[in-house]
């Protein structure tokens, strides 16, 4: 690479794009779809990578301004905490000399998309607290009942056709080094493994890297098991979701079973010999004075090695954000969170835990934790369920 890079630059427009559960094309998954550079139905992925936004956004990284859309990474940046584009320039090093062939008016050659990020539906089997009907369908009557508000459509769908989503893919799939799947529920969209036994038929695995964020209750398609779908790739690389463990994780995230989960680790970790398995924690008031317990909890169960935990702050819904907390709480919370990683020998764990630290010690917003009093009496009652039982030490919160 000749070019000197300014040091807001992001590698993600020149490799990596991503299609949204509506059918929204944008550049990564930090984006919000108002960012949205394109539409499915509008364009091409060859007229997408090149059209007036995509080279907008590219010459702006170039002249070291920061594009709007962009900004939840710098913000997450500033508290510490890892964002995609420090992400994509680990991944993606390789792939530099990509900036050289930019053309004058931000322009690339579609051989260069190397990276993308398929989130094809929003079918899921669980109904998770923090989460919303626009990632997960099960979600649906819950917040119809919250909002009283009717969802016409509980499910929705990238492509109404399967063959649709093939032919959008087109030659583009051949040249794909990194898949990621996020859903939804990955392993219960039949447009993934459509796409899977794609690129089983044209013998296309050796070369690609396969990513899922999955809740690891699925292990089987049809009558076909996943492992042997997945065990040619280069690499498979699961993100599994637990926010919690037993009892708690089965009320943050309705359809989560603590025995059925460790079960489906050692199915896939004995049947995968390409696989690793990160655990990925959404953050939220709920479970942020908890997070040293379910850490050490995956370490003593799975030997989790400290660097494959990856922290994800809850920013929405606003209720569920970590730093919503009342005042003892919160210096409770900060006083475990700084001790544990005070203890911790791991730099990649201490850096991750710093940025939650960090986004725990944002000011609470009594409007906000009067909603979460609200809608957690409010779900609690229906599910007969007790956040004060299964969460004594934030029993305040609903106080």
Not at 89 to 103: G, I, K, L, N, P
Not at 132 to 147: I, N, Q, R, V, Y
Not at 372 to 384: A, E, G, N, P, W
Request: glycine share 4%; proline share 3%.
């Amino acid at each position: 690479m000749n070019k000197k890079l300014p040091e807001s630059f992001c590698i993600l427009p020149w490799v990596h794009t991503q299609i949204g559960i509506d059918g929204s094309i944008l550049t990564c998954g930090e984006v919000t779809n108002n960012a949205k550079m394109s539409c499915k139905n509008d364009e091409s992925l060859s007229e997408v990578w090149n059209n007036e936004k995509y080279k907008t956004i590219r010459k702006q990284f170039l002249k070291g301004e920061v594009p709007s859309q962009c900004d939840m990474c710098f913000k997450k940046e500033s508290m510490g905490h890892e964002s995609d584009r420090m992400k994509g320039h680990s991944w993606y090093s390789e792939y530099f000399h990509h900036v050289d062939q930019t053309q004058d008016d931000g322009g690339l050659p579609l051989t260069h998309l190397k990276s993308m990020d398929l989130r094809l539906s929003n079918i899921c089997n669980f109904k998770c607290r923090t989460c919303g009907p626009e990632a997960s369908s099960a979600l649906a009557k819950d917040w119809a009942f919250l909002t009283k508000k009717k969802i016409e459509n509980a499910q929705i769908r990238a492509f109404n056709h399967i063959q649709d989503f093939l032919n959008y893919m087109g030659d583009v799939l051949q040249q794909l080094e990194k898949i990621f799947f996020v859903g939804g529920e990955p392993f219960l969209m039949i447009e993934q493994f459509k796409l899977i036994e794609s690129l089983n038929n044209a013998q296309k695995t050796e070369s690609i890297e396969l990513y899922y964020n999955t809740n690891l209750s699925v292990t089987k398609y049809g009558k076909t098991s996943i492992v042997e779908l997945l065990k040619n790739y280069k690499s498979v690389v699961f993100n599994v979701s637990i926010d919690e463990t037993h009892e708690r994780g089965a009320y943050i995230r309705e359809g989560f079973s603590w025995e059925v989960f460790k079960a489906n680790i050692r199915h896939f970790s004995q049947g995968l010999n390409n696989l690793r398995i990160n655990y990925n924690i959404t953050v939220s008031n709920i479970n942020a004075y908890y997070l040293p317990d379910i850490i050490d909890t995956c370490i003593r169960e799975f030997n989790t090695p400290p660097e494959a935990f990856i922290l994800n702050p809850v920013l929405g819904p606003r209720h569920y954000a970590l730093w919503n907390l009342t005042e003892s709480a919160k210096e409770r919370t900060l006083e475990k969170l700084i001790n544990y990683q005070g203890s911790c020998s791991d730099p990649i764990l201490k850096y991750r835990l710093e940025g939650i630290i960090n986004f725990v010690k944002e000011e609470s917003s009594s409007k906000e934790l009067k909603a979460f009093k609200q809608i957690t009496r409010r779900l609690d009652q229906v599910k007969s369920l007790s956040f004060q039982e299964l969460f004594p030490d934030l029993k305040e919160l609903l106080d």
